[in-house]
């Protein structure tokens, strides 16, 4: 009997990263009969430095770097990761050779009880590095006070159950792969354990936008790897790849990292039958004290040249001005 083809797949080792691998591997084994996926796990500077904010020492493209270092390395043959996450730009030899489709790209906002946005007393405190969700929850709740929180999601439940924060904002998307929303299929007791005396609440698309990428797989391998390519080409979703590369490309665009103030959200509309591709943004300073918005309608076909034309209008409107006081 032939021997089984194996890949090994570059993982992070918290749960959520784990459990998202897992699901590619999974995935790939039941379009690939024969094949075989090995979970490798690679610890990142993001993971094991927690009592500083991210963006002292390096954004979220941190918890991608050694990933990478493991690709070029050849110590992988492919790695998965949060899209959020990723740079705009790959080393040279490795490119995203698949989007794994995407999840519902909102964030959650979690609060102690029964306790409503609306019914926080003046001066609650948020725990949440992400100055995108600061200044778009700033702008909507002036009232709001927010602190740097760090942890994988069960230690960010924890401190918002424990009383360190009255809240904290998650993505979707990771909260559902975890099995944590409320009426999801617990994997185990624990999980109900984690989420026990928290309320969740799925925050509209008019209050917050979301990450570029939020939701969405991105699927990184060498791009020498022809075989491997071929392989990871059945996870591909060319339609959220579209959205994404419009996300994507206003952040290139504006020059910032993952820490920089901005949420894009590409979506797939019909108009007169003919798919379009929707982009919105939004740009400004953490406080909400500027803040800029901007959306395009364009071609499915390109997305980098909606990105770049939500880019411009962002700048136009004042983006220079954003970008110049955020240094």
Request: charged letters at 25%.
């Amino acid at each position: 009997m032939p021997k089984p083809h194996v890949l090994r797949l570059g993982t992070r080792s918290s749960n959520l990263a784990m459990t998202q691998s897992g699901i590619v591997a999974r995935r790939l084994m039941r379009a690939h009969p024969g094949l075989k996926v090995q979970l490798v796990e690679i610890s990142t500077t993001g993971d094991e430095v927690r009592d500083k904010p991210l963006q002292s020492f390096g954004g979220a493209g941190v918890f991608v770097k050694e990933l990478e270092n493991a690709l070029v390395d050849d110590r992988v043959d492919f790695a998965v990761h949060s899209l959020k996450d990723m740079p705009t730009r790959q080393p040279e030899g490795l490119l995203i050779a698949a989007v794994a489709g995407r999840e519902d790209p909102r964030d959650v906002l979690v609060l102690r009880g029964g306790q409503t946005i609306d019914a926080l007393p003046s001066g609650s405190i948020i725990g949440s590095g992400s100055t995108r969700r600061r200044l778009q929850l700033k702008a909507a709740y002036p009232k709001l006070e927010f602190a740097e929180i760090r942890g994988n999601v069960e230690t960010r439940l924890r401190k918002v159950r424990e009383g360190q924060y009255a809240g904290t904002v998650l993505a979707r998307a990771g909260l559902k792969r975890l099995g944590l929303l409320p009426g999801s299929k617990r994997s185990s007791r624990s999980d109900a354990a984690v989420t026990e005396g928290l309320s969740f609440h799925l925050l509209p698309l008019e209050l917050m936008l979301p990450a570029p990428g939020q939701g969405a797989l991105g699927i990184e391998c060498r791009s020498s790897d022809a075989r491997t390519r071929r392989l990871l080409k059945v996870l591909h979703d060319p339609e959220a790849a579209a959205c994404v590369e419009a996300e994507r490309t206003v952040l290139g665009e504006l020059g910032g990292g993952c820490h920089l103030p901005l949420a894009a959200l590409g979506k797939v509309v019909r108009r007169g039958g003919k798919a379009m591709l929707e982009l919105r943004a939004v740009l400004g300073l953490p406080d909400a004290s500027i803040i800029l918005r901007a959306e395009r309608l364009g071609s499915l076909r390109a997305p980098q040249k909606i990105g770049i034309s939500v880019a411009q209008d962002l700048l136009s409107r004042g983006g220079k001005e954003v970008l110049a006081k955020l240094g």
